[in-house]
């Protein structure tokens, strides 16, 4: 079973209210097993909503406390967050979750990068809260960026 950010397959839940549909993914993944999850939605935040960035760390940080995530206004949404992340883990201990396809870059779902805290578009290497807890608990996480090798591709196979 594949779990995957909802935005990537469609789903209107994008801080903007739109989404990052890949049709590659898509198609890559239509006879598959998938759960799609948006963490910040699970943690109780609307769409569409401010933007948010993780100021003073990366998505590890944030779950040891050392961190924080808050919108473009200031408001802190870290326990939302975290809230988020923590109902995501939730499918991975009800199903049998090989892999996770999170979206690059969010402040939840980033696998390899995300944005500072500044809201200047400057990015920097880390994961995001989300894809920190997955990783935690021992799922391989990759993003719609990763290129799919062959492992990636047993993976995906193996999700029938």
């Not at 239509?30 to 993780?54: F, N, Q, W, Y």
């Not at 920190?132 to 391989?140: E, H, P, T, V, W």
């Amino acid at each position: 079973m594949i779990l995957i950010s909802a935005c990537l397959l469609g789903k209107n839940c994008k801080y903007s209210g739109g989404n990052n549909k890949n049709p590659g993914l898509i198609s890559l993944l239509k006879d598959k097993s998938v759960i799609s999850v948006c963490p910040e939605e699970l943690g109780g935040l609307p769409t569409p909503r401010l933007p948010a960035e993780i100021s003073g760390g990366t998505g590890i940080d944030v779950i040891h406390g050392k961190a924080k995530v808050c919108f473009r206004d200031g408001t802190d949404v870290t326990r939302n967050f975290i809230k988020g992340a923590i109902e995501t883990q939730k499918y991975i201990q009800f199903y049998p979750v090989k892999l996770a396809i999170m979206k690059e870059g969010s402040p939840s779902c980033g696998v390899n990068r995300i944005y500072d805290g500044s809201f200047k578009g400057i990015s920097h290497s880390g994961s995001g809260v989300t894809t920190a807890l997955l990783k935690d608990s021992g799922i391989k996480v990759i993003s719609e960026e990763t290129p799919l090798t062959g492992d990636i591709l047993a993976l995906i196979a193996e999700s029938e």
